[in-house]
């Protein structure tokens, strides 16, 4: 199938020119970037306190990081040229690319939701077979199942080409009419690979939001505080709002890809139709970060954190540059502080000194006492006479 006719390349030019989303694809990227590195950044500082569930989370950073360094920066190209930048090779490895890591992200959320659902209402299922080996065997099965998937049309079975506003490439939906290989592959990744993921994510959450309202209910109507699981509430609404955020960002491209599956004709719907559903999937890697940032404190402690740590080298000089400019304050501070020091220091030396001269005098007045008993006792008579002489012996 070729890439585009010289009529289609005329009006995707001039929607694209018409429309230029390309100012809007850099920004989104930029956040795209900034956000999921943060949270690369963040899962490595603290990778030796992770739990095994959280490394879905990582798989899912990665998923987003990876699309925005590999993928995305093509799209963005072809939107300034007006038009795909490339020729097929450029668009199997673009559709190659993106259905790999949208499958592996679909993939992704839904082990995330099923895991969430069996430790939240089956925790001995989850104790005995979710553990931290099990879990980097789904991380792997992901990427494993989303590659060979993908790789199928490279053998005939589908094929990668350009959307119709021609700004990025994807798996030829209309290959339906084609050939009964291109159909079989055309439903299976609908019915296999979308919606049975999706149905999976949409029943695990709904069972999981039932449980944690019934738990809450049941402690409230006793009038127990539920500060235990406080935790595991907040980690359940933020799952939550990921998987909501990723079904709603692909529902409208699903849906128009499915409308796309039974009209033979190429003008059946406009192109700007199809862009915005496009566009409107590939923010969903956008926003993931902020659902992490918000409701888990402990990304929130690492960013303030990992931002501390920065702050005293870009505000080291300035402390500097205060201090030689009142430089006699710092001295005149420094010396009240010495002389406070000495007489602390002079203080304590006379405490230690009159505390010792008070213990010699008793040891002094103890030694007179009994050497006073003892003359009285033993030699009163001479110590009366040998007074008196003494007394008397200045006037001889």
């Excluded at 007006?82 to 679909?106: A, D, K, P, Q, R």
């Excluded at 004709?265 to 192109?271: D, E, H, I, N, V």
């Excluded at 920065?310 to 201090?323: E, K, L």
């Amino acid at each position: 199938m070729a890439l585009n006719s010289s009529g289609d390349n005329r009006t995707v030019s001039a929607f694209t020119s018409k429309l230029t989303p390309a100012a809007d694809i850099c920004v989104g990227l930029v956040i795209l970037f900034v956000g999921n590195g943060l949270v690369l950044v963040i899962c490595y500082r603290r990778r030796k306190k992770m739990v095994g569930s959280e490394l879905l989370c990582v798989n899912l950073a990665v998923v987003d990081f990876l699309c925005c360094i590999c993928f995305y920066p093509l799209s963005i190209l072809s939107s300034f040229h007006h038009g795909w930048l490339g020729e097929n090779i450029t668009c199997v490895y673009y559709g190659l690319g993106c259905y790999i890591f949208g499958l592996c992200g679909m993939f992704t959320i839904a082990a995330i939701s099923i895991i969430r659902y069996l430790k939240t209402c089956h925790r001995s299922v989850y104790a005995v077979w979710l553990k931290g080996p099990n879990i980097k065997i789904a991380c792997c099965s992901t990427w494993l199942i989303a590659a060979v998937w993908s790789s199928f049309p490279l053998f005939g079975w589908g094929e990668y080409v350009p959307e119709p506003y021609g700004l990025s490439c994807t798996v030829a939906w209309r290959g339906y009419h084609t050939s009964a290989k291109d159909a079989f592959y055309v439903i299976c990744s609908f019915a296999c690979f979308t919606m049975v993921p999706i149905l999976l994510i949409v029943v695990s959450q709904c069972q999981i939001l039932y449980e944690v309202s019934r738990f809450s209910h049941l402690l409230s109507a006793r009038h127990i505080r539920n500060n235990l699981r406080y935790a595991e509430k907040q980690l359940s609404v933020m799952f939550f709002c990921i998987s909501l955020g990723f079904i709603i960002a692909w529902a409208p491209y699903t849906i128009v890809s499915f409308l796309f599956i039974f009209h033979k004709g190429s003008q059946y719907m406009a192109p700007e139709s199809f862009v915005f559903p496009a566009l409107f999937a590939k923010s969903s890697h956008i926003y993931n970060p902020f659902i992490y940032f918000y409701f888990n404190k402990l990304f929130q402690k690492e960013l303030r954190c990992l931002l501390l740590s920065f702050w005293p080298r870009s505000g080291g000089n300035q402390v500097g540059v205060d201090i030689a400019e009142v430089h006699q304050y710092p001295i005149h501070i420094q010396l009240q502080e010495r002389g406070c020091v000495q007489k602390k220091n002079v203080d304590l030396s006379r405490v230690i000194t009159h505390s010792k001269s008070k213990s010699k005098e008793k040891e002094k007045e103890k030694d007179k006492e009994s050497h006073a008993n003892s003359n009285h006792v033993l030699s009163r008579p001479v110590y009366a006479c040998w007074g008196t002489t003494a007394k008397n012996a200045p006037t001889i």
